[in-house]
């Protein structure tokens, strides 16, 4: 986390943004991640670079198949799901462009429009989709249509390795999102300055009260902010209410959309999940007509039950995000019902 005076600033920019919102996303306690490739079920995969720059292009992973056939999945940094398969004498002649038809078992996922490289290799792209990539996190076979054809490719494990995908694409998108986004690598500042601490800086103090006040609006009972050393990195202000912590995060506008925000957040989640893990999401407004999104996620795992919920709201320049986890459903999602009624008041 940052020093007191930005994040004096930026709690500003939050009050100014007005429709700007932020929303509650949980992260596990034992958030440690590891940057760079990841092996995952069988899959393996990271962030690629391309271009003249070798700038961040694309998140991928690949899975080979035993006669040799690979498949490549990879997300943009707007979310977009590519499809490439190099299966030799499976498709037709070089550098063909033709349409295909997509379905994950049973489901149909629509005509797109697929090329053939010279070598060889299929490409398809999706734009990006929620509901599309929560099929992809449960489907056993991805199936392409061709002509007459249907070819099936299975997904062993892909539960598994596509939330490691998801999670490579939020720290690839990490800098876009700014110093309080909820994939902001810890700092040095992070293990000494408290939430709301000390600072000379002008809007300092005030920032802290405007949190603390909108926390006893929520109607939070016994809330406490935390120190930074206790609160997730990169968030503006933690706390605790007993029951479920929450942390405010300021993510800038434009970097994200919100439903790939929402799906960043929770297969951060999941990456960490060491057992059943269950989610969803909804688009919905705040205060009537600001454009929001709420998602909520369980993990049970062997040492017992953690439950996440996630909002997010769009501004003009920030889209804000609060963090609540606990180990009831009840406690966490009443916590952030109630911190995202107390928003809509002040927006209203």
């Known amino acids: 986390m940052m020093g007191a005076g930005k994040r004096g600033r930026a709690l500003g920019r939050l009050r100014l943004a007005g429709a700007a919102a932020a929303l509650a996303i949980l992260v596990a306690a034992d958030a440690a991640t590891q940057e760079g490739g990841f092996e995952a079920a069988g899959w393996s995969g990271g962030p690629e670079r391309g271009g003249e720059t070798g700038a961040f292009a694309h998140c991928a992973m690949r899975l080979v198949y035993g006669g040799g ?12 799901l590519g499809i490439d398969l190099a299966a030799s004498n499976r498709w037709p002649a070089d550098g063909a462009i033709f349409g295909v038809a997509i379905a994950l078992d049973d489901t149909d996922l629509g005509d797109h429009v697929a090329e053939l490289s010279d070598g060889g290799e299929l490409s398809i792209r999706l734009p990006f989709s929620t509901s599309a990539i929560d099929r992809l996190g449960l489907a056993n076979l991805l199936r392409i249509r061709l002509a007459q054809k249907t070819m099936n490719f299975p997904l062993p494990g892909i539960d598994r390795a596509l939330p490691r995908l998801l999670q490579c694409l939020g720290r690839a998108l990490a800098p876009r999102m700014g110093p309080y986004g909820p994939f902001a690598a810890p700092t040095a500042e992070d293990a000494g300055v408290a939430s709301g601490g000390a600072g000379d800086e002008e809007g300092t103090s005030s920032g802290k009260e405007a949190v603390v006040a909108l926390l006893a609006d929520a109607g939070l009972g016994e809330f406490a902010l935390l120190p930074d050393g206790a609160a997730p990195p990169g968030a503006l202000y ?10 405010l995060f300021v993510v800038e506008a434009g970097s994200v959309s919100l439903d790939l925000l929402t799906a960043l957040v929770l297969s951060d989640v999941a990456a960490h999940c060491r057992g059943d893990f269950l989610h969803g999401s909804l688009d919905t407004t705040l205060a009537g007509d600001i454009p929001a999104r709420r998602g909520m996620a369980s993990c049970w795992a ?4 953690r439950f996440l919920t996630t909002s997010a709201w769009r501004g003009s320049e920030t889209m804000p995000l609060v963090i609540h986890r606990g180990r009831t459903a009840r406690a966490v999602t009443d916590s952030d019902g109630k911190l995202l009624d107390a928003f809509a008041a002040r927006l209203r």
Do not use: I, K, N, Q
């Open 238 to 247: 933690a706390w605790s209410d007993g029951d479920t912590v929450g942390a």
């Open 69 to 80: 056939e690979t498949l490549r999945l990879s997300l943009s940094p707007e979310g977009d």
């Open 302 to 305: 062997p040492g017992g039950a």
